[in-house]
């Protein structure tokens, strides 16, 4: 066998990456079983085909990787020795008590062992330990939501996959803790890399789960993830993804939902900073009954760019479907926003919304709205909502005229068009902590922290303006 | 209720198409297929002018570097060019000077349609250009017209009498390289119609341009052009229809609108085209690009559409809002029954300052019909204060159909307003229960129910349309239940 190559570090190419993997056969392939093996040569014979997305497909319209993928990055295909994990996370949410996992650079970090089994019966840790020691449930689950058939780079991280978050979640089991997963990007150089999550949630059962994207520090990154996640009969998934990330990076989240028999899913995409963002949010509706409510808030400026593609497929009948998302863009930012509902033919009393509102406080912001509906279905109610505008100058009058000054009134009027997607955060102490760092992302006090960002020493205090609210 | 209703979506879905009789003319046709020859027989037989024979093979040799579009939620076989008659006109045989020497055939072809080139229609107050088989046949009212000054006449007269203004205006809104189907149009167009308003005149009558195919392997590409100078006003209205026939007929026709300041121009269209059979055999493929430009200040473009027929409709009427403070405005009503496919919608190009368009489409899929709405409103960066609102709507009868909503929003300023809404159902089980409750069989009530549905872009058609737009909506869908 060939030395293994560690380390790369040069332009993110298509052949380069087909040239790494064939150069890297032995290593990735080392530990895989028959079905991982045959997984990994589908996918990258896909990636050759496909390559990496351009702004001519279609669903790639508004977003150009060109500029990301032009920088230099290395590419690790070993895990990135950490001195001190306890150093570089001891994030925390004040009151809320979670179990925390964590990724460097997209591998599993482990305090103690790389796969633990909690007293309940629920797995959590390695993804590459899961694949040794529970074949059979890699087998069952692993590859069959994340399509690498018609996405590049779904295909790419599947050919490369090595490791990333695992959690099982048995039959009627109920996750007594929030479960969060930290994913830091920090490397002394410009990093590529490709983390892959698997989370299952057996029958009856219930979770909650957040999931941090943190740059560490102001290097580029490139981040190609993928997340699958299947949620069993009647289980219950609470999600939320909070994007933090330094304004030379680029993230691709795509997440793959899949919902059993009366499955419900809540999910929150809070995206505060980074340099280009997309997150392909996809959800089929695999048995009749299911619920998917999707939310997200995007707050960008500078030259920041926020893509969310979300496509809900209504393969059964009776589901129900809502998407809201709404984001506040400053200076030079970006904004897309591709909705996609496919009612299939036979998907009858479907219940679906798409809404997305924008606004823009420069005439050098964009935005790109897309709310697209595909309905084969007679006995539905699809309907979807998309507004871009500015404050409204009737509300802002109200509260100058109460004596408010200009700069308040437009926080607090910024702040409750975004309170609309953080209010319905469920967990109190999570939602405390997400309203505060919207109101300093508002006052531009929010910065990429020098750590993780759920790490900064804030009061679990409801916000409060310093204005005078019963002036109003 | 179920069977009862079930038999009246049978009774609708499978209505005859009512237009579909072919007339007896001796035809003058171009030999079949396309090339550089075929062109120059167009344009010989037209007797043009060489700038025009120059345009068409520039369009043609643009064309022949060009890819069909495959982005059109459009399904159907390749077309083959050349299969196609591109030249097809009622045999000439000397210039015609009153209505009495027009064909008689034909002038019961246009009775049977509906509308008369005489008499009555000048009680009615319409001006008509009807064309048929690409060719222009005659135009009534043009010495009324010609009075005021307005010029409204076949395209070939217009290129003969009017050289100057074809050359100015033609492809400066729809340019030869525009897309596949304007190319194809610009190099091989045959007739249409051509009207120009002068500075301050408000044309006083609604004009009005009739289409017919009739022999059989045509394509028809017409070619209309409508100049409404400084402070000029004119509502246009539209026709088509096409006789029954097994195999697909290809309509290409290319509609260019220019409003200077203070202009106005409302365009209404009834298009039904033989939508082929209940299989699905035959058909129009109706692949058609209209845009209008508001080039001055104040100017205002307004499309109205109703669209129930052809096998495939491609067509995405639009505004270019140049001109500060300028409107435009898009109503459409499009039906797909049987195995009828629509794509259409419209851009809304916002450039001037204070520009403002609206967007209301209402569509309708029934039997296997598949309706999708394609739209655009960009905002760009220097038309501040704009506003724009859209709407479109899907109802849904049976469920073998599909209804598709594809909107593109563009904003890049910041003191502009967008409101996109859609909603997609079937009828409410309430709203029937609540006619037939009341006495209203289930017939009526589904026809009270669309035509309400409809009813926001049928307001907007002219009286002659609005008319005839209802019964042919009532003829189409009338009696159905999801």
Redesign the interface.
Same mark, same amino acid.
């Given at each position: 066998m060939k030395e293994m190559q560690t380390d790369i570090n040069e332009i993110i190419s298509h052949e380069g990456m087909i040239g790494l993997f064939e150069e890297n056969r032995g290593h990735l392939f080392q530990h895989d079983t028959e079905y991982l093996s045959r997984l990994r040569n589908t996918a990258i014979a896909k990636f050759s085909e496909l390559g990496f997305p351009t702004p001519k497909l279609?669903e790639w319209k508004n977003t150009d990787l060109k500029a990301s993928l032009s920088k230099k990055y290395g590419y690790s295909l070993k895990p990135s020795p950490v001195k001190d994990p306890r150093k570089v996370f001891h994030c925390n949410i004040p009151h809320l008590d979670t179990a925390l996992i964590a990724q460097l650079n997209g591998w599993y970090i482990s305090k103690d062992v790389p796969l633990m089994e909690l007293g309940n019966g629920i797995i959590l840790g390695s993804l590459a330990e899961a694949f040794l020691k529970y074949p059979s449930i890699i087998e069952k689950y692993y590859g069959h939501f994340a399509d690498v058939s018609s996405d590049g780079l779904t295909a790419l991280n599947t050919a490369f996959a090595q490791d990333g978050i695992f959690i099982y979640v048995p039959d009627h089991v109920s996750s007594p803790k929030a479960i969060q997963i930290v994913n830091v990007i920090h490397h002394p150089e410009n990093i590529f890399l490709q983390p892959r999550n698997l989370i299952i949630l057996g029958k009856n059962s219930k979770l909650s789960l957040v999931h941090c994207d943190d740059s560490y520090n102001h290097q580029a990154g490139f981040a190609n993830t993928v997340t699958e996640v299947f949620i069993g009969e009647n289980a219950h998934l609470d999600h939320f993804k909070l994007q933090n990330l330094n304004n030379d990076s680029t993230l691709i989240s795509s997440a793959w939902f899949n919902l059993e028999k009366e499955a419900t899913l809540k999910s929150h995409y809070i995206t505060f900073n980074g340099g280009l963002l997309r997150n392909n949010i996809r959800v089929l509706f695999n048995a009749r009954g299911g619920n998917a409510d999707i939310r997200g808030l995007y707050l960008m400026d500078r030259k920041q760019h926020v893509d969310n593609h979300v496509f809900v497929d209504h393969a059964q009948p009776e589901c129900t479907s809502y998407e809201h998302f709404k984001g506040i863009l400053d200076e030079n930012a970006s904004a897309v926003f591709n909705g996609h509902v496919l009612v299939r #033919?036979n998907a009858?009393k479907t219940n679906s919304y798409q809404g997305n509102k924008?606004i823009?406080?420069?005439?050098?912001? #964009?935005?790109?709205? #897309?709310?697209?509906?595909?309905?084969?279905?007679?006995?539905? #109610?699809?309907?979807?909502?998309?507004?871009?505008?500015?404050l409204d100058p009737e509300a802002m009058f109200y509260l100058r005229q109460r004596g408010i000054s200009e700069e308040n009134a437009r926080m607090l009027l910024l702040y409750a068009f975004a309170n609309e997607v953080v209010n319905t955060i469920g967990i109190d102490p999570l939602r405390y902590r997400i309203e505060d760092m919207v109101k300093k992302r508002l006052q531009g006090e929010l910065q990429i922290c020098e750590q993780c960002v759920l790490h900064c020493n804030t009061p679990e205090q409801p916000v409060e303006f310093d204005i005078d609210l019963s002036k109003l | 209720m179920e069977s009862e209703s079930n038999k009246i979506i049978d009774a609708f879905t499978h209505d005859d198409y009512k237009y579909g009789f072919v007339t007896e003319i001796e035809t003058d046709f171009a030999p079949k297929g396309l090339n550089e020859d075929i062109i120059r027989f167009i344009s010989a037989k037209k007797e043009e002018p060489t700038f025009l024979l120059e345009f068409r093979l520039k369009a043609y040799r643009y064309w022949l570097t060009m890819k069909e579009p495959k982005?059109a939620n459009i399904h159907y076989p390749e077309i083959n060019f050349q299969d196609i008659i591109f030249y097809a006109a009622p045999k000439k045989k000397k210039t015609i000077s009153s209505l009495d020497e027009i064909d008689p055939e034909l002038l019961s072809t246009f009775k049977k349609l509906g509308i008369s080139l005489n008499e009555q229609k000048k009680l009615a107050g319409v001006a008509v250009d009807a064309v048929m088989d690409s060719v222009s046949v005659k135009t009534t009212f043009s010495d009324t017209l010609s009075k005021l000054g307005i010029i409204f006449c076949s395209f070939s007269e217009a290129v003969q009498h009017h050289p100057d203004l074809v050359k100015q205006y033609l492809g400066s809104v729809v340019p030869y390289t525009d897309n596949y189907f304007a190319s194809l149009n610009s190099a091989v167009f045959t007739d249409g119609s051509f009207c120009y308003i002068p500075k301050g005149v408000r044309c006083p009558i609604e004009l009005s341009t009739y289409f017919r195919i009739n022999a059989a392997n045509t394509g028809q590409f017409e070619r209309t052009l409508i100049v409404a100078d400084e402070g000029a006003y004119v509502s246009y209205m539209e026709g088509c229809t096409a006789p029954q026939r097994d195999e697909n007929q290809l309509h290409a026709a290319v509609v260019e609108i220019v409003a200077m300041k203070d202009a106005e121009v409302k365009y209404a269209t009834v298009q039904n085209w033989y939508p082929g059979n209940k299989e699905g055999v035959g058909g129009i493929y109706n692949f058609v690009t209209k845009r209008g430009i508001c080039k001055g200040n104040n100017s205002k473009i307004s499309w109205t559409q109703v669209e129930t027929g052809s096998s495939i409709t491609w067509k995405y009427p639009s505004c270019i809002l140049l001109g500060d403070n300028s409107v435009g405005e898009f109503y459409s009503v499009a039906v797909a029954n049987n195995y009828q496919q629509a794509d259409t919608g419209t851009k809304m190009q916002h450039l001037g300052k204070n520009t403002k368009s609206t967007i209301i489409s209402k569509g309708i899929s029934a039997g296997h019909g598949n309706n999708s709405y394609r739209g655009l409103v960009r905002i760009s %960066?220097n038309a501040?204060n704009s506003r724009n609102y859209s709407q479109c709507d899907?109802l849904?009868? !049976?469920?073998?159909? !599909?209804?598709?909503?594809?909107?593109?929003?563009?904003?890049?300023? %910041?003191?502009?307003?967008?409101?996109?809404?859609?909603?997609?159902?079937?009828i409410s089980e309430d709203q029937l229960f609540y006619c037939q409750q009341r006495g209203i069989d289930t017939e009526s009530a589904i026809g009270l129910i669309v035509n309400g549905y409809a009813k926001e872009v049928l307001n907007k058609l002219p009286m002659e349309f609005a008319v005839e737009a209802q019964k042919l909506l009532s003829i189409s869908l009338e009696g159905s239940v !999801?």
């Open positions: 279609e #033919k009858q924008n823009l406080l420069t005439d050098t912001a #964009k935005v790109n709205s #897309k709310p697209f509906l595909e309905i084969y279905a007679d006995d539905v #109610k699809c309907s979807h909502g998309s507004a871009t505008g500015q | 982005w %960066k501040v899907s849904l009868l !049976g469920d073998k159909c !599909g209804a598709h909503t594809f909107p593109y929003i563009q904003v890049e300023n %910041k003191s502009s307003i967008v409101e996109h809404e859609a909603t997609t159902s079937k !999801g």
